[in-house]
């Protein structure tokens, strides 16, 4: 997410799933160099679901302790709450959205269709990138995909292979 944040350049960026705070801190850095004044929008559970490398009940407000150990403070706001009680139901405009939600293809299908607002960013192409994809990833792969299709949702959601794989040879 460092990486693609320096090239996207984005002024808001909203994090779903603070988790440890390892993707926000690595966002938060790339801000911090592009010098642009872009910020992010984090939000969690007030207390975690140790999904992330953090205890189970984890206080949201540690993870913020260490924002400002690492001098992110200025870059990072987060929110504490179910997500889809806070920024699903009220959200605030964003050029990059990230969700890391302990991803599940009917969660991601309830953020990204949750709001017209939301669907209308990412129809009009506003970056958005999901934790998973990995063929070996438990929960978030391409046959969870068709599994979740099979609901004969409408819009469906089509899998995109992003940078999720490298082979060393
Ligand atoms: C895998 S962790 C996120 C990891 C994070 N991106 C990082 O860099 O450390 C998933 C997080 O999503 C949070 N979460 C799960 N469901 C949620 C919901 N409905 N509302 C808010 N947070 C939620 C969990 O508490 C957990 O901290």
Not at 39 to 44: E, G, V
Not at 104 to 121: A, L, Q, R
Request: glycine share 10%; with cysteine; net charge negative.
């Amino acid at each position: 997410m460092y990486h693609e944040t320096k090239k996207i350049k984005p002024k808001k960026i909203v994090d779903l799933g603070t988790g440890c705070g390892s993707c926000a801190i690595a966002m938060a850095r790339a801000l911090q160099e592009l010098d642009n004044g872009g910020k992010i929008y984090s939000f969690d559970l007030d207390k975690m679901t140790g999904g992330s490398q953090m205890r189970e009940g984890t206080a949201l407000s540690e993870v913020n302790k260490k924002f400002s150990g690492m001098g992110l403070e200025s870059f990072i706001t987060t929110t504490g709450g179910d997500v889809f009680k806070t920024w699903v139901q009220n959200p605030t405009d964003f050029d990059l959205l990230y969700i890391d939600l302990d991803n599940t293809w009917d969660k991601i299908y309830d953020v990204v269709m949750g709001n017209d607002f939301i669907t209308s960013k990412i129809r009009e192409g506003t970056p958005t990138f999901i934790e998973g994809g990995h063929p070996m990833h438990p929960r978030m792969n391409e046959q969870t995909l068709r599994d979740f299709n099979n609901k004969n949702l409408i819009p469906k959601m089509e899998y995109l292979h992003l940078i999720y794989y490298m082979e060393i040879v």
